[in-house]
Antibody, heavy 122, light 111 residues
Framework: QVQLQESGPGLVKPSETLSLTCTVSGDSISKSSYIYNWIRQPAGRGLEWLGRFYLTGHTSYNPSLKSRVSISIDTSKNQFSLRLTSVTAADTAVYYC??????????????WGQGTQVTVSS | QSVLTQPPSVSGAPGQRVTISCTGN?????????VHWFQQLQGTAPKVLIFDNGNRPSGVPDRFSGSKSATSAFLAISGLQADDEADYYCQSYDNYLSVWVFGGGTKLTVL
């Protein structure tokens, strides 16, 4: 059974860069049959998809974040990472790393990490 | 304001059936994109309940069912149990915004 675990600083100062890592265990991150995502959830609010990384090297990001977000992968460590620059209080949220699986040609957010709280504050 | 609209709350007594709606438009559900449903228990990560409009991952009871029609999707929960109390989210893709979108969530209370 695959497990995903987020890690990174819980507190980031405004205007700085938020960096999180997701460690995948129980399966190889190099398998091309999956897509890797980051999704966040502000306290008491809904879910927001941030971006995804395809093992072809292609990435796709939420246009609302403009050029602030990037996702990368390190197959040697079985990890993928999120980088969000120029953060503000509006970026305070629980951040989830999520693996998408495919069933019959349909991709869906199948496996979720437990989430990590990130607070933006000076 | 979420692109996909869900009722903020629904409730039902144990054993009853409830339905949660998810209303989109012609850029998402109405464009033919699949709808998925997630259950989020208090303080935990979301868990996929229904994928591809009406399919259940292994381990999800058949009390949970999904359907889709035109620009809306529906999650039905029959035989309500106390541990079904959770937030439920629908999710699809929006080709106008070019993002994977979620509904605002529906809080289910078992009376």
């Amino acid at each position: 059974q695959v497990q995903l675990q987020e890690s990174g600083p819980g507190l980031v100062k405004p205007s700085e860069t938020l960096s999180l890592t997701c460690t995948v265990s129980g399966d190889s991150i190099s398998k091309s049959s999956y897509i890797y995502n980051w999704i966040r959830q502000p306290a008491g609010r809904g879910l927001e998809w941030l971006g995804r990384f395809y093992l072809t090297g292609h990435t796709s990001y939420n246009p609302s974040l403009k050029s602030r977000v990037s996702i990368s992968i390190d197959t040697s460590k079985n990890q993928f990472s999120l980088r969000l620059t120029s953060v503000t209080a509006a970026d305070t949220a629980v951040y989830y790393c999520v693996r998408s699986s495919n069933s019959g040609g349909v991709w869906y957010f199948a496996d979720w990490g437990q989430g990590t709280q990130v607070t933006v504050s000076s | 304001q979420s692109v996909l609209t869900q009722p903020p709350s629904v409730s039902g007594a144990p054993g009853q059936r409830v339905t949660i709606s998810c209303t989109g438009n012609t850029s998402n559900i109405g464009a033919g994109y699949d709808v998925h449903w997630f259950q989020q228990l208090q303080g935990t990560a979301p868990k996929v309940l229904i994928f591809d409009n009406g399919n259940r991952p292994s381990g999800v009871p058949d009390r949970f069912s999904g359907s889709k029609s035109a620009t809306s999707a529906f999650l039905a929960i029959s035989g309500l149990q106390a541990d079904d109390e959770a937030d439920y989210y629908c999710q699809s893709y929006d080709n106008y915004l070019s993002v994977w979108v979620f509904g605002g969530g529906t809080k289910l209370t078992v009376l």
